[in-house]
């Protein structure tokens, strides 16, 4: 990952610690922090870490992240935001130590859904990739780097010509869920 191709990249809600080794960029979360936004529980959370860049247009969007966890609820993976109401991730969760889930949510006007299912015991790394056209967005995750399978179709309600793009990461019951950053890029 070079690190050029980060300047145009930023924080909202900076982690516990970020460093940088020849595998990429190494992040730390804080203590109870996430991204949802639930009417039905009361229950809203919009304190995750989300690095990002600003982007118009049609595009496609590639992150990469490597772990290790079993932590209930840690994700990490890639966010596109309007803002704190309306926004879209996906990522690899643990609901039970040892299996991993591949998630997604959807938020609009301020009200998440929710859609997973089973990945393989073991994964350690996933990429996801967003295609923009004209206003909706078709979401991939790859388990290998190279095969790519469609995850869902969305437009978000209050949709906008620039969107902030990039990946998250947060850990809903702990501090500390470590994973590394090895890929962002716009293709």
Not at 84 to 113: H, I, R
Request: charge should be negative.
């Amino acid at each position: 990952m070079l690190l050029d191709a980060l300047r145009d990249f930023e924080w909202l809600n900076e982690p516990l610690d970020v460093n940088f080794d020849e595998m990429g960029m190494r992040v730390l979360t804080h203590d109870k922090t996430d991204f949802w936004q639930s009417a039905h529980h009361k229950f809203g959370k919009d304190n995750g870490h989300f690095f990002y860049t600003r982007h118009s247009g049609n595009f496609t969007f590639l992150v990469t992240w490597k772990f290790v966890s079993d932590g209930q609820f840690d994700q990490c993976g890639v966010m596109l935001r309007i803002d704190e109401k309306n926004w879209f991730k996906a990522s690899v969760m643990y609901d039970n130590p040892g299996q991993p889930m591949l998630g997604s949510s959807v938020t609009n006007c301020g009200y998440s859904d929710w859609a997973a299912m089973d990945i393989p015991a073991g994964v350690e790394e996933v990429s996801f990739k967003v295609k923009r056209l004209n206003g909706d967005y078709v979401i991939y995750y790859s388990l290998d780097g190279e095969i790519f399978k469609q995850i869902r179709v969305l437009h978000l309600i209050n949709e906008q010509p620039e969107v902030k793009i990039g990946a998250y990461i947060c850990s809903p019951r702990r501090e500390g869920f470590e994973a590394t950053l090895t890929q962002i890029e716009f293709l």
